[in-house]
């Protein structure tokens, strides 16, 4: 059976490791892995400069229920991104859906941007930790932390622990029937915390 798209929300500067590593664990799981960026063909540079992604759909044309999951890597894209309510809103809208988040490093900037911490229990590179406390977050320092859909990780280092957690989340929202082409409408699920 085929698998599905994940949605990667990416601005210049991304944190290279935090986009291929990820990326690459989720393609050879057999998902599509889209870059979604302000415009579409944009060609996107990691901050080391090792690595480069092309978007290849605008956040205008992005739909969340066309994705099993989300990724946001970390580095200064989620800072730059969370200026553009469009990037705010779809992270927003992706949340009800119940299905797989996965935000390392930064990546919860947006997720605090989106005003969805308060009460919630997650992780992130330690100056975030910080801001997240700040606006209600519960805040583990532990190599990955799983809250109800969300999967967040601190650093390149926790890459290997996440990549499994997200791929291991996905699997089990699959072996439910709760991906996008199951027709299970996620949003009217209850938040368990």
Not at 118 to 142: F, H, I, M, S, Y
Request: net charge negative.
């Amino acid at each position: 059976m085929a698998k599905g798209k994940i949605a990667c929300l990416l601005g210049q500067d991304f944190e290279d490791s935090e986009y291929q590593v990820p990326r690459e664990r989720l393609e050879q799981a057999g998902y599509q892995v889209v870059v979604i960026g302000t415009k579409a063909g944009e060609e996107l540079t990691g901050y080391k400069r090792k690595v480069k992604a092309k978007v290849g759909l605008s956040i205008d044309d992005a739909d969340v229920e066309d994705f099993e999951g989300l990724l946001i890597p970390g580095g200064f894209s989620p800072d730059h991104l969370r200026i553009d309510r469009r990037f705010v809103d779809f992270v927003r809208k992706f949340d009800r859906t119940k299905r797989p988040l996965a935000a390392v490093c930064h990546g919860p900037q947006l997720l605090m941007t989106a005003g969805l911490v308060k009460g919630r229990t997650l992780t992130a590179w330690p100056t975030v930790q910080e801001d997240l406390k700040c606006a209600g977050a519960n805040v583990v320092d532990a190599e990955v932390v799983v809250d109800d859909n969300w999967i967040t990780s601190r650093k390149p280092e926790d890459l290997k622990a996440f990549s499994d957690k997200l791929l291991e989340e996905l699997a089990e929202l699959e072996e439910r029937g709760q991906w996008k082409g199951a027709g299970a409408s996620q949003s009217e699920m209850p938040r368990q915390h």
